[in-house]
């Protein structure tokens, strides 16, 4: 392998590793890097070929990333398949993508949150357990909050 697609492969991989150390599948970590470090956009045949996996992964993968504001779609004249191009403002992405799917899960936490203390309310049962999952339930939703105001302070997304 050459040093210019040995850098390009280390990056990449190192962009999958990222992505599994924070949660998130191998392959978004891979495709993102794989477009962060490509000088024009992608079609998913190319990515599909680059990393060696099927069309309709690439396709999955660049839909979900493009969801969460880490990639857009490029028209490209003459051409009707799908361009892919990496967003590379940390804080466009941040802000515009990775936040607001954040936020949603919090809300869902919220929700399901509130929907486990009304159950436990519901049960007439008054038990050590019934108390030990009313107190974790409290927890639970103190955590939520807090990481809630965190990501929502005018200050700290400033800064992001």
């Known amino acids: 392998m050459k040093p210019l697609e040995s850098a390009t492969y280390e990056m990449i991989e190192a962009g999958g590793r990222t992505a599994?150390?924070?949660?998130f599948n191998?392959?978004?970590g891979q495709i993102y890097m794989l477009l962060f470090m490509s000088p024009e956009?992608?079609?998913?045949?190319?990515?599909?070929?680059?990393?060696?996996?099927?069309?309709?992964?690439?396709?999955?993968?660049?839909?979900?990333?493009?969801?969460?504001g880490v990639l857009h779609k490029v028209w490209m004249k003459g051409d009707r398949k799908d361009y892919y191009e990496a967003i590379t403002?940390?804080?466009?992405?941040?802000?515009?993508?990775?936040?607001?799917?954040?936020?949603?899960?919090?809300v869902s936490a919220q929700?399901?949150?509130?929907?486990?203390?009304?159950?436990?309310?519901?049960?007439?049962?008054?038990?050590?357990?019934?108390?030990?999952l009313k107190q974790r339930l409290a927890q639970a939703e103190k955590y939520r909050?807090?990481?809630?105001?965190?990501?929502?302070n005018p200050l700290i997304r400033k800064l992001i």
């Open 20 to 23: 599994q150390t924070f949660g």
């Open 26 to 28: 191998r392959l978004f």
């Open 41 to 68: 956009p992608a079609c998913l045949d190319v990515i599909a070929e680059s990393l060696g996996i099927s069309k309709a992964s690439a396709s999955i993968a660049c839909r979900q990333l493009e969801s969460w």
């Open 89 to 106: 403002d940390i804080s466009q992405i941040v802000n515009n993508g990775l936040l607001a799917s954040v936020n949603k899960k919090l």
């Open 111 to 132: 929700y399901q949150i509130q929907r486990s203390r009304s159950l436990l309310e519901e049960s007439r049962e008054n038990s050590e357990r019934v108390a030990f």
């Open 145 to 152: 909050a807090r990481l809630e105001a965190l990501l929502n």
